[in-house]
């Protein structure tokens, strides 16, 4: 084969390109730290580097923000837990002084105020937050567990659907046709006939609202009562007489006969008779369907606990209406923190704090005002016989001694309501207690599992950073090495190229 030296120039010349581009390639190492700058020069590393990168980055979002926004979060459940069961101690303890009646006069118009706000507070670490957003609501997030002051209250109105059962039933003590100072005139006139108080037990379902309303605020009928048995065949009540009671009514609140149901819209009681109350406590569901125009800033919002309608009155005087299927339903928000791992962030706050909690709080409060009330009463009698308007008339010294017979009596009924409702209360909110620890306990538990995991995310994240360190990145010293080994052999080749190039024909005639 005849070898020309055309033939040499243009080998030489391309050797020496390769021998440049190796040059450059190992320059670009030593500049960039990188193995390689596009994925032509080394595919397969190319490859595992964006497995890698993908990794690397997903551990990271892993790391830096998934376990610490849900530790985050977890941390302030924690918080609100704790000051929840501090508030419940509270309560228990005056249980326990109510129930030996410790309390004075003077000490029972205290108590009520402190345990409404106890029972403020309470609702209010319902709507504890997390980067604005209310951690006890469920998947409802951007709405709180109660409603708050700052908002327009009035625009809201629901007809909710409320789901009972035989447990739920309870008896009530209460006083008929209790004293009233206030009777003594129309009793000496003629005009009115002086009944004795009678102390009465009654049955009833407590509803989560007081307040309630038969229509809704369309003016629709929304009040209904039914009963189902357990294999949910329907109850039939429509042999008993169902009355609405409104404040017009309240002397005849608790009057009822064995056939006879009152509701009474001002304190949310339906109040049953015997022969009622004996069919419905083989009901395994009783559902009771009412509405609630007017609600005021702590009051649970309905949304969180029952299936309900909402209405919003807008600007415009137009109303919107949302349906929520919220009963018995779970709302559980997981956070994923490692590969095919997720934990739950959220604790719903109608397995803290509801409608039987606030129910028991004002029970302890009622029996305290009505206590209070009776005493208040007996004083204003025992001032009317020193009055010249009443002290001088026989008569009426013997109407205000009766009257103050009955309402001693009626105070030690009252007091025996109020000691016997405090010492039930004392299991109830002992029952609350131990419901909120067992919270706390699963809360600590996947806390204890969270910070495994961060370990655990941890040690991949340095494993795969390390991979990928390895895979894309290039040591100094290996780039030095390579720059300088490339470089000599640049110049060789330069050098020897120049010599070949410059030798011809011509050199030798």
Same mark, same amino acid.
């Given at each position: 084969?005849?070898?020309?030296?055309?033939?040499?120039?243009?080998?030489?010349?391309?050797?020496?390109?390769?021998?440049?581009?190796?040059?450059?390639?190992?320059?670009?190492?030593?500049?960039?730290? =990188?193995?390689?700058? =596009?994925?032509?020069?080394?595919?397969?590393?190319?490859?595992?580097?964006?497995?890698?990168?993908?990794? !690397?980055?997903?551990?990271?979002?892993? =790391?830096?923000?998934?376990?610490?926004?849900?530790?985050?979060?977890?941390?302030?459940?924690?918080?609100?837990?704790?000051?929840?069961?501090?508030?419940? @101690?509270?309560?228990?303890?005056?249980?326990?002084?109510?129930?030996?009646?410790?309390?004075?006069?003077?000490?029972?118009?205290? *108590?009520?105020?402190?345990?409404?706000?106890?029972?403020?507070?309470?609702?209010?670490?319902?709507?504890?937050?997390?980067?604005?957003?209310?951690?006890?609501?469920?998947?409802?997030?951007?709405?709180?567990?109660?409603?708050?002051?700052?908002?327009? *209250?009035?625009?809201?109105?629901?007809?909710?659907?409320?789901?009972?059962?035989?447990?739920?039933?309870?008896?009530?003590?209460?006083?008929?046709?209790? !004293?009233?100072? $206030?009777?003594?005139?129309?009793?000496?006139?003629?005009?009115?006939?002086?009944?004795?108080?009678?102390?009465?037990?009654?049955?009833?379902?407590?509803?989560?609202?007081? &307040?309630?309303?038969?229509?809704?605020?369309?003016?629709? !009928?929304?009040?209904?009562?039914?009963?189902?048995?357990?294999?949910?065949?329907?109850?039939?009540?429509?042999?008993? =007489?169902?009355?609405?009671?409104?404040?017009?009514?309240?002397?005849?609140?608790?009057?009822?006969?064995?056939?006879?149901?009152?509701?009474?819209? $001002?304190? &949310?009681? %339906?109040?049953? &008779?015997?022969?009622?109350?004996?069919?419905?406590?083989?009901?395994?569901?009783?559902?009771?369907?009412?509405?609630?125009?007017?609600?005021?800033? &702590?009051?649970?919002?309905?949304?969180?606990?029952?299936?309900?309608?909402?209405?919003?009155?807008?600007?415009?005087?137009?109303?919107?209406?949302?349906?929520?299927?919220?009963?018995?339903?779970?709302?559980?928000?997981?956070?994923?923190?490692?590969?095919?791992?997720?934990?739950?962030?959220?604790?719903?706050?109608?397995?803290?704090?509801?409608?039987?909690?606030?129910?028991?709080?004002?029970?302890?409060?009622?029996?305290?005002?009505?206590?209070?009330?009776? @005493?208040?009463?007996?004083?204003?009698?025992?001032?009317?016989?020193?009055?010249?308007?009443?002290?001088?008339?026989?008569?009426?010294?013997?109407?205000?001694?009766?009257?103050?017979?009955?309402?001693?009596?009626?105070?030690?009924?009252?007091?025996?309501?109020?000691?016997?409702?405090?010492?039930?209360? %004392?299991?109830?909110?002992?029952?609350?207690?131990?419901?909120?620890?067992?919270?706390?306990?699963?809360?600590?538990?996947?806390?204890?599992?969270?910070?495994?995991?961060?370990?655990?995310?941890?040690?991949?994240?340095?494993?795969?950073? @390390?991979?990928?360190?390895?895979?894309?990145?290039?040591?100094? $010293? $290996?780039?030095?090495?390579?720059?300088?080994?490339?470089?000599?052999?640049?110049?060789?080749?330069?050098?020897?190229?120049?010599?070949?190039?410059?030798?011809?024909?011509?050199?030798?005639?």
């Amino acid at each position: 084969m005849r070898i020309t030296n055309q033939m040499i120039s243009n080998n030489s010349l391309r050797n020496m390109q390769k021998t440049m581009a190796n040059v450059d390639n190992r320059t670009t190492q030593m500049e960039t730290g =990188k193995k390689i700058t =596009k994925a032509s020069e080394d595919p397969v590393v190319a490859v595992r580097a964006l497995k890698l990168r993908t990794m !690397v980055t997903q551990l990271e979002q892993y =790391k830096d923000k998934n376990i610490g926004d849900a530790e985050s979060w977890l941390k302030i459940t924690t918080t609100s837990l704790d000051n929840i069961t501090s508030r419940l @101690e509270d309560i228990q303890s005056y249980c326990t002084q109510g129930s030996t009646d410790s309390f004075n006069t003077s000490d029972r118009s205290a *108590i009520i105020d402190v345990l409404k706000e106890m029972q403020d507070m309470i609702n209010s670490e319902g709507n504890s937050t997390y980067a604005g957003r209310y951690i006890f609501s469920g998947y409802k997030t951007d709405r709180s567990l109660a409603f708050n002051e700052t908002e327009d *209250i009035k625009k809201y109105s629901y007809k909710i659907t409320q789901h009972l059962n035989a447990d739920n039933l309870d008896m009530k003590t209460v006083v008929l046709n209790g !004293v009233n100072n $206030e009777d003594v005139d129309g009793i000496l006139a003629g005009t009115s006939t002086y009944v004795k108080p009678d102390k009465e037990q009654v049955y009833r379902l407590n509803l989560a609202y007081e &307040g309630i309303s038969s229509k809704d605020s369309q003016g629709n !009928v929304a009040l209904s009562l039914k009963a189902l048995d357990a294999n949910g065949n329907t109850i039939d009540l429509s042999g008993f =007489k169902q009355t609405i009671k409104t404040t017009a009514d309240a002397d005849t609140y608790y009057q009822v006969g064995p056939d006879d149901i009152n509701i009474i819209e $001002e304190t &949310g009681e %339906i109040i049953f &008779g015997e022969n009622v109350y004996n069919t419905l406590k083989q009901a395994d569901d009783i559902v009771v369907d009412y509405a609630k125009n007017k609600f005021e800033a &702590g009051d649970l919002r309905p949304e969180h606990y029952f299936d309900c309608t909402q209405y919003t009155e807008q600007s415009d005087g137009s109303i919107k209406t949302v349906d929520y299927d919220t009963y018995d339903r779970t709302q559980a928000i997981y956070y994923e923190v490692n590969f095919s791992q997720s934990i739950q962030v959220n604790t719903e706050g109608k397995n803290i704090i509801n409608d039987d909690m606030s129910n028991n709080i004002n029970d302890l409060i009622y029996t305290l005002q009505e206590l209070d009330a009776a @005493e208040k009463t007996q004083t204003k009698l025992k001032n009317m016989l020193t009055d010249t308007q009443y002290a001088s008339n026989d008569d009426a010294v013997k109407q205000i001694n009766a009257m103050l017979e009955d309402i001693n009596v009626e105070i030690a009924i009252k007091k025996e309501t109020m000691q016997k409702t405090f010492a039930k209360n %004392i299991t109830n909110f002992q029952g609350y207690m131990d419901q909120v620890s067992a919270i706390q306990s699963d809360v600590g538990s996947r806390m204890t599992k969270l910070d495994m995991i961060r370990t655990r995310v941890t040690e991949q994240y340095s494993t795969f950073k @390390e991979l990928k360190s390895e895979n894309e990145d290039v040591s100094t $010293e $290996e780039a030095a090495l390579n720059f300088k080994e490339a470089n000599v052999v640049y110049e060789a080749a330069l050098a020897a190229t120049s010599n070949l190039v410059r030798a011809s024909l011509l050199d030798y005639l």
